[in-house]
Nanobody, 118 residues
Framework: QVQLVESGGGLVQPGGSLRLSCATS????????LNWYRQAPGKQRELVAR???????NYADSLKGRFTISRDNAKNTVYLQMNSLKAEDTAVYYC????????????WGQGTQVTVSS
């Protein structure tokens, strides 16, 4: 059974930091591209960051320099370090795993709430 379990969300003041984790099980972790998405109330889900099987990273243009995605293949876990948080970063953050190559598999976590407010 495949599971992606996010943790680390919560309430933080503007300018603060959070580190999200996504622990996976049931997949060959090193074969998967890992993504963090977020969805704010009334808005579409958007891609925040991506890390490939080789460790290359991509970020939404608006987030470069503040967020860092990383992976630990030994722990089957992907992380999202979020710094200098702003109110507009408030959203539910989702972990997503996509198998690189064939066959194609796509899995989602249940999401973790991040609220940035004073």
């Amino acid at each position: 059974q495949v599971q992606l379990v996010e943790s680390g969300g919560g309430l933080v003041q503007p300018g603060g930091s959070l580190r999200l984790s996504c622990a996976t099980s049931g997949i060959s972790f090193s074969d998967y591209i890992l993504n963090w998405y977020r969805q704010a109330p009334g808005k579409q889900r958007e891609l925040v960051a991506r890390i490939t099987t080789g460790g290359s990273t991509n970020y939404a243009d608006s987030l470069k320099g503040r967020f860092t995605i990383s992976r630990d293949n030994a722990k089957n876990t992907v992380y999202l370090q979020m710094n200098s948080l702003k109110a507009e970063d408030t959203a539910v953050y989702y972990c997503n795993a996509v198998r690189a190559g064939s066959p194609w598999y796509n899995y989602w976590g249940q999401g973790t709430q991040v609220t940035v407010s004073s």
